[in-house]
DNA sequence: AGAATTAATGAAAATCATTTCCATTTATAA
DNA sequence: TTATAAATGGAAATGATTTTCATTAATTCT
């Protein structure tokens, strides 16, 4: 297993290398499928998705791959309360397409949205500081996520 | 099954009938050990705490009836990232042992935090009401999560 | 380039939290 | 107290994720 404490901010190709993972065809399909996809998918998703032109990268190669990703800080996993993990592409929190969440606890449907997100981000930033600072931790990420009900759902209830 | 939009924000003993469920012992007990306990309960660690004094209530009966208690807004369901959900009861977001977590991925430690929590909140309410309006959303819950390494495993890493 | 080394892989099996099924019990209403 | 519908428990099913292990592929060393 390569060696350990490798979160740092860079971006890929490389990344990889300095933390002593090799670049794979498998691992580089699925960061292919991530960049491409708009969306939360789960690992049988991007298997799905990647199977057609790589039908030789089993699920459980996805499985490690997102596992390997996700500690590198290059994707986040969410979780929306289905039971099955999703997987989106990290950009930093000042990356162009950061959004938080809001997820339907009706019909699981997930909206992204980026309205307030400078707002939040900044609070995010302070108190990430601060709570790093007395906490002694190494904060990496976070998660805001909204639950309720979209119009829909609750309308049926 | 009884019937639906039961989220309001209200306290339980009556809550529970005012929304058609019946109060058993069952359920009294999980929700005793709940308020009893600080912290965060997975379904199997509620299970053990009940067992002793009612050893006839099984496993399924706290998922069921933790999943009641979540949708009836009572409980917050939360994901530490450990593949097992964890429990705590709701005192509303005005309430008056409200916190967010500090997750360590290294370990699955948990921090509760109360530091930032109002500055938090209240921009959070305001982004709840901003975000309900525009996608005709009923937000009844949110979950801020930290993630990152505590001091221990970042040594160690 | 070729051999040696070690990480990465796939397929099948194992794991493990959570759900479902169903016959029985219990809480509530009549 | 009886009728009815909800709640229960235990066993079996489910389904996402992990583990195992023999094989393959990427890197390193000559």
Redesign the pocket.
Known sequence: ??RGNCQGQGWWHGKF?DC????????EAILDILSRSEGHL???DIYIKVHPK?P??????????L??LSNLGMVYKLDFGD???RYELAEGPKGAHHHHHLVCTGCNSVIDYTDFIDEEVELLQQTEKGLGKKYNFKINNHVIQFYGLCGKCSVNK
Do not use: F, H
């Open positions: 297993m390569p290398r002593g993972y090799r670049l794979t065809i498998g691992r789960s690992a049988e790589y030789n990268v089993g699920l459980t190669t996805i499985y490690r791959t596992d390997v039971g099955r993990a």
